[in-house]
């Protein structure tokens, strides 16, 4: 069974950091995209960045670009999403999700993880 | 402000049949890109719910298809029951944006 568990969420101040892990199991984890997906609660999702089965290409939303960094180590079946510069816009629930393909994210999105909650708040 | 507009919410009785739209431009579903459908249960992820426009992963009942045409898409239930009360979201991908996917709104399906 195809399996994904988020980890890493938490309270953090405006301009602090934050790293968020991804743990897979129950598939060849470096033969597929990942990207990672948020949702504000009570609101609507929101695709954040992706990335290939490899990790050689990356790709970001204009909202996060130059502030969050995505990255695989396919020995470990983990993927990251390394947050720096958080602001009161980035609070939201973070999805983990697989994509059916390995090269360029941005196909559909099967399974998702239970995600994980980020506060950014003084 | 989504880049697909979907409904924020429809409603029917049991058994009814509703359908839900998601409208994008020429940058999105009208440029040919294939449009995804996700259930999201409240308290829960999204499940995927229709892929590649009209196609329903093993275990998702008939009762759920999708179609496609020009820039929009659509999903529709048919045989409504209790358990299908949730948040539908469509989901294309936008040549015109860096990165990947672009999601609808959302829409909330209540079942009288």
């Known amino acids: 069974e195809v399996q994904l568990l988020e980890s890493g969420g938490g309270l953090v101040q405006p301009g602090g950091s934050l790293r968020l892990s991804c743990a897979a199991s129950?598939?060849?984890?470096?033969?597929?995209?990942m990207s990672w997906v948020r949702q504000v609660p009570g609101k609507g999702l929101e695709w954040v960045s992706g990335?290939?089965?490899?990790?050689?290409?990356?790709y970001y939303a204009d909202s996060v670009k130059g502030r969050f960094s995505i990255s695989r180590d396919n020995s470990k079946n983990t993927l990251y999403l390394q947050m720096n510069s958080l602001r009161a816009e980035d609070a939201a629930v973070y999805y983990c999700?697989?994509?059916?393909?390995?090269?360029?994210?941005?196909?559909?999105?099967?399974?998702w993880g239970q995600g994980t909650l980020v506060t950014v708040s003084t | 402000q989504s880049v697909l507009t979907q409904p924020p919410s429809v409603s029917g009785a049991p058994g009814q049949r509703v359908t839900i739209s998601c409208t994008g431009s020429?940058?999105?579903?009208?440029?040919?890109?294939?449009v995804h459908w996700y259930q999201q249960l409240p308290g829960t992820a999204p499940k995927l719910l229709i892929y590649?426009?009209?196609n329903r992963p093993s275990g998702v009942p008939d009762r759920f298809s999708g179609s496609k045409s020009g820039t929009s898409a659509s999903l529709a239930i048919t045989g409504l029951q209790a358990e299908d009360e949730a948040d539908y979201y469509c989901?294309?991908?936008?040549?015109?944006?860096?990165?990947?996917?672009?999601f609808g709104g959302g829409t909330k399906l209540t079942v009288l």
């Open positions: 989901h294309s991908y936008d040549s015109s944006l860096s990165g990947s996917g672009v």
């Open positions: 990335i290939s089965g490899s990790g050689r290409t990356t």
């Open positions: 020429s940058s999105n579903i009208g440029a040919g890109y294939d």
């Open positions: 590649g426009n009209s």
């Open positions: 129950g598939f060849t984890f470096s033969s597929y995209a």
């Open positions: 999700a697989k994509d059916p393909y390995g090269g360029k994210p941005g196909n559909w999105f099967d399974p």
